[in-house]
Nanobody, 123 residues
Framework: QVQLVESGGGLVQTGDSLRLSCAASGRSFSSYITGWFRQAPGKEREFVAAANWGSGSTYYADSVTGRFTISRNNAKNTLDLQMNSLKPDDTGVYYC????????????????WGQGTQVTVSS
């Protein structure tokens, strides 16, 4: 199993950048497909980005492609999400997740979750 703890959320303005980090304990990230989801108030949790470190592949939701970058910090054993050109629609609680299905985008495909970190983008 793996335990996940997110950090780095906050309140920013439109156009700003923010970097989220997810610290893993237990099994290494290399054993899983790891990704980020977000949930805005009153909406369902949605896929943001994920990575298969075994193959080196990353994939993104259309809404964040070109603005967000998912990466791994091997030295710190963290999964990071660099978010640039933030928009109010990016507001929500961001969750780190880990699963075993390649190219997964559904919540049900990720069995391990962090507690979430709030990101608020003001207009």
């Amino acid at each position: 199993q793996v335990q996940l703890v997110e950090s780095g959320g906050g309140l920013v303005q439109t156009g700003d950048s923010l970097r989220l980090s997810c610290a893993a304990s237990g099994r290494s990230f290399s054993s899983y497909i790891t990704g980020w989801f977000r949930q805005a108030p009153g909406k369902e949790r949605e896929f943001v980005a994920a990575a298969n470190w075994g193959s080196g592949s990353t994939y993104y939701a259309d809404s964040v492609t070109g603005r967000f970058t998912i990466s791994r910090n091997n030295a710190k054993n963290t999964l990071d999400l660099q978010m640039n050109s933030l928009k109010p629609d990016d507001t929500g609680v961001y969750y780190c997740a880990a699963g075993e299905r390649p190219w997964a985008r559904r919540v049900i495909d990720f069995g391990f979750w962090g507690q979430g970190t709030q990101v608020t983008v003001s207009s």
